[in-house]
């Protein structure tokens, strides 16, 4: 639906060239994107002005490659350039490749779940690996959030990194406590309750032997339903622990993403409905706590999060939304309305 629109608004523009009219276009468009549209001639890549999606450039021989994340560039063999700068137009075409910023630049603002869950770990993003700061997320988390146990176990695979720097930091031994069945998909995207609920008993089993009788912690990347984190407790609770620990490394997800994530709304995000201690109750925890945003952003290699002027997107945890929700009534919309009535 989305790159439905930008056709029509493509088509429609009354610039001459090709890549003019796509800009034109994008000038139209409020909201989150990486884009890459192919003409007979050219490849054009763009990122929106706030660089909230990732977008990298890679080269293989002669030829140019565009690619949401660098692990797509290893799996081809190809060399990573640089990401494109939030606000880029990338041309690629027989004469090379050419870059432009038709766009006023606003503050970049990184999608900050890409570092904690979406990205792939062997992926680099904004010069550093995922899988690196999902294990300093891990060691801030330990640090603010120790707990006296046996086992430091990961809600895998998202949770596994992080998993990693919290027993790293603590010192308590890493144990795959949880196998996960990789013949199944996602459940954050499956469309139902009761194929969710199904889903988790499919995707997870426990592993007995490094969970009996020991008091352990549960590292994941986040909370969003509890759906999944309600199962896994209860998994390892029958599985023999004496205590279940769970430490997020995430803050509370409260709000619901409008930049391209499917994530249920915000009636249904446990963080938006319970405090800490009704989370910690509703999943069947012994205990529960999240990295504090400061933290985060401390793991991410700054001081703190900039109030002022956030340093990423982290609207699912603050409500501050960077580009604002105005879908209904912008410039594109109008012009979709227009071009419905006259045809
Ligand atoms: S709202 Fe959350 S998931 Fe969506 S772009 Fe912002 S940080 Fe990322």
Known sequence: MDTE????LVANSKKIKVVDRIVDAMHKITGAYSLVALTSKKMVGMRD????RPLVLGKLDNAYILASETCALDIIGAEFIRDVAPGEVIVIDENG????????PPAPRFCIFEHIYFARPDSVLENRSVYEVRKDIGRQLAIENPVDVDAVIPVPDSGTPA????????????ELGIIRNHYVGRTFIE?????????????????RA????KRVVLVDDSIVRGT????IVQMVREAGATEVHMRIASPPTTHSCFYGVDTPSRQKLLAAQYDLHAMCKFIGADSLSFISLDGLYKAMGETSRNAELPQYCDACFTGDYPIDLVDNDSGAEKELTLLAERS
């Open 5 to 8: 629109v930008i056709i029509h």
């Open 49 to 52: 002005p706030h660089g909230v």
């Open 97 to 104: 490749m050419s870059s432009s910023h038709p766009f006023t």
């Open 228 to 231: 999944t984190s309600t199962k």
């Open 210 to 213: 490094m969970i009996e009788g």
């Open 163 to 174: 998993a990693i720097g919290y027993a790293e930091q603590s010192g308590v031994p890493f």
């Open 191 to 207: 469309p139902t309750d009761q194929i969710r609920h199904l889903g988790v008993k499919l995707k997870h089993n426990a592993n």
